[in-house]
Nanobody, 128 residues
Framework: QVQVVESGGGLVQPGGTLRIACTTP????????MAWFRQAPGKEREGVSY????????YYADSVKGRFNITKDNLKNTLYLQMNRLKPEDTAKYYC?????????????????????WGQGTQVTVSS
C-alpha cells in the first residue's frame, strides 16, 4: 500500500527557516516526479515547487523563487523543501504529491490533477 508522509512542519518567526520532508513507503521513489503544494485557509491549493524523478529539473512558484529549494534524495527515498526567509503569507498546510514519470506533463506541474498520490499535509505557520 502506497503512503505519502510529510513531516517537519511547525511554527517559525518571519525571516526564519524550516525544512519539511516527505517519504513514500510502498512507492518506487525514483520512478516518480514529486511536488509540494500548499493551501491556506480560505484559499485555493497552489503549486509551490516541482522536481523531476532525477532531481535535475526543478520549478518554483514565483512567490517562493529564490527563497525555497526542493531536493529529491533517491537514495534516502525522501523529498525535502528547504524554506528560507519565511513570510507570514507562507503560512499554509503543505502537501507532498507524487506523479509517475510515465504520465506527468512537467509543464503543468502546478496542476494538482497531474499527481496520483498525496500526503495528509504538514502545517507551517509563520508568525511572531
Amino acid at each position: 500500500q502506497v503512503q505519502v508522509v510529510e513531516s517537519g512542519g511547525g511554527l517559525v518567526q518571519p525571516g526564519g527557516t524550516l525544512r519539511i520532508a516527505c517519504t513514500t513507503p510502498g512507492l518506487t521513489f525514483a520512478n516518480f516526479a514529486m511536488a509540494w503544494f500548499r493551501q491556506a485557509p480560505g484559499k485555493e491549493r497552489e503549486g509551490v515547487s516541482y522536481t523531476s524523478w532525477s532531481g535535475k529539473t526543478k520549478y518554483y512558484a514565483d512567490s517562493v523563487k529564490g527563497r525555497f529549494n526542493i531536493t529529491k534524495d533517491n537514495l534516502k527515498n525522501t523529498l525535502y523543501l528547504q524554506m528560507n526567509r519565511l513570510k507570514p503569507e507562507d503560512t499554509a498546510k503543505y502537501y507532498c504529491a507524487a506523479a509517475s514519470v510515465a504520465t506527468i506533463h512537467s509543464t503543468r506541474w502546478f496542476n494538482g490533477h497531474e499527481y496520483t498520490y498525496w500526503g495528509q499535509g504538514t502545517q507551517v505557520t509563520v508568525s511572531s
